[in-house]
């Protein structure tokens, strides 16, 4: 959707420039940074729509970025990286990342996956944006509000990022429902998207650090085994 804002941050200029061409030209509006301080500065001034984050900037690097801006904004991260082994994507998922891209990386599947994300966005506020009393999920020590995308675990309040919030929501609108890796990876990623499955592995990791009270015990979201997850109903 035109008019949409999109911080870019990777201390190449080059980079940069070309990333911004290519989003302008879809009609989105682009800031840049080029360190880690200042994308943090600008992410909470602007609050945007989607974030390209580069995992290696000086200053603070991509990781302790998406740490702090977990903090507070839950905006779709996509990490780029000159890394691309499957722990290096591991770990800027864990961090709170939403997706992840090698470099050097086709622009176009750039674009592609910037689209899915700001889509699937847009699906899920229309598709909550209902009667109040329709939008909360309420279950013992857990409430998710679907109106806010709000999610409060043991008496806090607990950020998660789009995709985790995205997986919580559709396991919690299906209790004892069990998902395989590769449903969820479709449902949230889309069927044919670039991508691996583990990154369902890690966001389940993810949610079940913040909403668990013991996430190596986890009550809510349970594995069972050789099938996927399912969110289990629970009594006080």
């Keep these: 959707m035109a008019g949409e804002t999109i911080l870019v941050v990777d201390d190449d200029n080059d980079i940069r420039e070309i990333i911004t061409l290519y989003l302008e030209k879809e009609g989105y509006q682009v800031i840049t940074a080029s360190d880690g301080r200042q994308a ?20 603070l690097d991509g990781i302790e970025v998406c740490q702090a801006l977990r903090k507070e904004l839950s905006v779709p991260i996509l990490f780029l990286s000159c890394k691309s082994s499957p722990s290096d994507k591991s770990i800027g998922l864990i961090a709170g990342g939403d997706d992840y891209m090698s470099k050097p990386f086709d622009t176009m ?46 008496g806090q309040e607990v950020v998660l990022s789009p995709k985790e919030f995205q997986l919580l929501v559709l396991l919690a609108k299906n209790p004892n429902v069990v998902f395989s890796n590769e449903h969820l990876f479709e449902s949230l990623w889309g069927a ?12 389940i990791s993810n949610i079940r650090k913040k909403i668990e009270k013991d996430a190596k015990n986890p009550i809510f979201i349970q594995t069972v085994k050789g099938a996927g997850y399912k969110f289990c109903l629970v009594s006080e």
């Excluded at 943090?40 to 200053?59: E, G, K, Q, R």
């Excluded at 044919?192 to 966001?203: A, I, L, P």
């Design 192 to 203: 044919g998207t670039f991508g691996d499955h583990r990154t369902v592995m890690v966001h």
């Design 109 to 154: 599947e750039l674009l592609a996956r910037v689209k899915a994300h700001l889509r699937r966005n847009r699906i899920l506020e229309n598709a909550n944006d209902t009667n109040a009393k329709n939008n909360l999920l309420c279950y013992p020590n857990l409430s998710i509000d679907l109106y806010s995308h709000s999610v409060a675990a043991n």
């Design 40 to 59: 943090i500065t600008y992410a909470f001034s602007i609050n945007p729509d989607l974030i390209i984050l580069d995992m290696m900037l000086p200053v």
